[in-house]
């Protein structure tokens, strides 16, 4: 591969992440519509349906938001339906977040059909592909992590 070949490439890469997140935005916009929250509520009903329940501190430090931020999210998430809070059962003094049935469903109604697809489209790479590119996924969320740390520091 030329080295003109692979800057192609690579500057073709970013363009087609832009777009793949531009898609993802529409994606989560309306999937936020859809549930009828706000785009914070929809990333912490993210984190509880992916992890099962979460500590109030938890979902802070998850989502990067005060503690009072959480507690007026979980006020909102709770009267909608989509959120339980209950004693946390290896620590009665903590409270433990989890999404209902109801927050279940409605994920369900949105993302099963993207999940169903998304397999269907992974089926085409072959094994050493597929490990590539969760590897570079992997490294890239680091990158962007790490990033998104640096631009909340120069923004004081």
Known sequence: ??????????????????????????????????????????????????QGSATPSALAESLGITSGSVTTMLDRLTEAGYVERSADAADRRRVAVRPTAKAEVAAKA???????????????????????????????RALQEAHAGRVRQQTG
């Open 1 to 50: 591969m030329s080295r003109l070949r692979r800057r192609d490439l690579i500057a073709a890469l970013g363009s087609a992440f832009r777009a793949q997140q531009r898609a993802t935005d529409a994606l989560d916009d309306a999937a936020a519509l859809y549930f009828g929250v706000n785009r914070t509520d929809l990333r912490c009903l993210d984190v509880l349906l992916e």
């Open 110 to 140: 949105v993302y099963e059909p993207v999940a169903r697809e998304g397999q269907q489209l992974l089926a085409r790479y072959t094994i050493a592909e597929l490990e590539a590119f969760l590897d570079f996924l992997h490294r890239n």
